[in-house]
C-alpha cells in the first residue's frame, strides 16, 4: 500500500495500463477477502474522485471554486467552495445530482498536457489559488468524462460506478464566500 499512498511525492506512474490496474484490484481484493482486513488507500481512491466529481458539480452549476479540502478514513471527507450561501437544502439537491452523476459509470481518464496548453484552460485549476508548482511540466489531467475535468496527481478510481453512493452529511459556512460540505461514502 506504500506506492499508493507515497506516488505524488515521487511523481512516479502508479500504474502503466487498465491491465495493472486490474490485477492490482484483484490482489487487494483477494488480501482483503483471506485477512478479513479494509483497504484504505482504494478508499481514498474512491473519495479522492467522489471529491473530484463533487467539484465539477459544484463549479458547473454554481460557478463556484474550491477553497480547500480534506479527506479522512472510511470514505469521509469534507470540500470548501467560495460561495456566497449553503444550505441543507442545496446539500440535498447537490447530492441527488452527485449520485446522479456517479450512477452513469463515467470513465475516468490521465491525460498529461504541455504545461502552456494547459495554462491556456482556465477551468483546470479549480483551486482559489494554482497549487500546480511552476516546475511541473507537462501538467496531469484527471477528466471524469462529462463531470470533472482538473490539473490533479492524486490516484483515482477507473470509472464512477466504482465510487457508489455518495450522502452529503452536513453544510456550513465557515466564513464569508467560503462554505464547506461533507461527504461520507456508502458501501465498502
Do not use: C, W
Not at 473530484?52 to 454554481?62: E, M, Q, R, V
Not at 453512493?165 to 459556512?173: D, F, L, N
Request: proline share 4%; no cysteine.
Amino acid at each position: 500500500m506504500y506506492h499508493v499512498y507515497n506516488r505524488g511525492s515521487r511523481k512516479g506512474v502508479l500504474f502503466g495500463s487498465y491491465d495493472d490496474y486490474d490485477a492490482f484490484l484483484a490482489i487487494l481484493e483477494e488480501a482483503r477477502a483471506r485477512f478479513a482486513m479494509r483497504i484504505p488507500a482504494y478508499a481514498l481512491m474512491r473519495t479522492h474522485t467522489a471529491l473530484h466529481s463533487l467539484s465539477g458539480i459544484i463549479f458547473a452549476d454554481y460557478g463556484a471554486k474550491v477553497t480547500g479540502g480534506n479527506m479522512e478514513s472510511g470514505g469521509t471527507a469534507r470540500m470548501d467552495f467560495e460561495l456566497e450561501s449553503m444550505s441543507a437544502e442545496l446539500g440535498r439537491d447537490v447530492e441527488a445530482k452527485l449520485n446522479a452523476r456517479l450512477a452513469e459509470d463515467r470513465p475516468v481518464h490521465v491525460v498529461l498536457l504541455p504545461r502552456a496548453e494547459a495554462l491556456r484552460d482556465p477551468d483546470l485549476i479549480r483551486t482559489k489559488v494554482n497549487l500546480v508548482p511552476p516546475s511541473i511540466d507537462p501538467i496531469r489531467v484527471i477528466d471524469i468524462e462529462g463531470i470533472d475535468k482538473q490539473a490533479d496527481g492524486g490516484t483515482h478510481v477507473r470509472s464512477t460506478g466504482e465510487i457508489g453512493r455518495v450522502r452529503v452529511v452536513k453544510t456550513e459556512s465557515k466564513g464569508k464566500a467560503n462554505k464547506r460540505m461533507r461527504i461520507q461514502l456508502e458501501g465498502p
